[in-house]
T-cell receptor, first 113, second 117 residues
Framework: DAKTTQPNSMESNEEEPVHLPCNHS???????IHWYRQLPSQGPEYVIH???SNVNNRMASLAIAEDRKSSTLILHRATLRDAAVYYC??????????????FGTGTSLTVIP | GAVVSQHPSRVICKSGTSVKIECRSL??????MFWYRQFPKQSLMLMAT?????????EQGVEKDKFLINHASLTLSTLTVTSAHPEDSSFYIC?????????????FGPGTRLTVL
């Protein structure tokens, strides 16, 4: 499975935008890019996903590089509730074995009041 | 979004006993469910994939006789940790998905904290 690389930790001031990077240089053409986040002692929560085009939803935006070897999750205005570990995951939907998620180390986001 | 529940949320047991953890999809039918384990300060590690009505597929290094998985219906999967030992203490998380296309996201349960004394 293609691997992802994320910074271990990042900090942001409250109400400022946050850009969380993810490198996936070995991504294949059928890999979707997924972002999940995990608050302490909870299960991961879906944030956003995309294939080639940039994506927006009510939680965040996903900017995907033209060569797809990197992507950036953008939180437009960080709140204290956004403090979590953010995981960037690649998912190949053509695999017949269940399209598992393999989590990397993620980025621990600290939001400073 | 879809809701996945887990029961119990916390369990403490004595070494050598078996513990069953339930994972339910509350408002959708889950053709596939996944079980993860997470140690403190670490990422989630996929343990196994289970499809309704068939045997689970275990990841390399996960003992299938120790971690028994049953996915008997489209809304319920169970993980039984047999003969639990302190090193099995961990946060166990399940997830469920209704299909395999990119429209079918995985929805995660809230996790079960297992402590083996």
């Amino acid at each position: 499975d293609a691997k992802t690389t994320q910074p271990n930790s990042m900090e942001s001031n409250e109400e400022e935008p946050v850009h969380l990077p993810c490198n996936h240089s070995t991504i294949s053409g059928t890999d979707y890019i997924h972002w999940y986040r995990q608050l302490p002692s909870q299960g991961p929560e879906y944030v956003i996903h995309g294939l080639t085009s940039n994506v927006n939803n009510r939680m965040a935006s996903l900017a995907i590089a033209e060569d797809r070897k990197s992507s950036t999750l953008i939180l437009h205005r960080a709140t204290l509730r956004d403090a979590a570990v953010y995981y960037c995951i690649l998912r190949d939907i053509t695999r017949n074995t269940g399209n598992q998620f393999y989590f990397g180390t993620g980025t621990s986001l600290t939001v400073i009041p | 979004g879809a809701v996945v529940s887990q029961h119990p949320s916390r369990v403490i047991c004595k070494s050598g006993t078996s513990v069953k953890i339930e994972c339910r999809s509350l408002d959708f039918q889950a053709t596939t469910m996944f079980w993860y384990r997470q140690f403190p300060k670490q990422s989630l590690m996929l343990m196994a994939t289970s499809n309704e009505g068939s045997k689970a597929t275990y990841e390399q290094g996960v003992e299938k006789d120790k971690f028994l998985i049953n996915h008997a219906s489209l809304t319920l999967s169970t993980l039984t940790v047999t003969s639990a030992h302190p090193e099995d203490s961990s946060f166990y998380i399940c997830s469920a998905r209704s299909g395999w296309t990119h429209f079918n996201e995985q929805f995660f349960g809230p996790g079960t904290r297992l402590t083996v004394l």
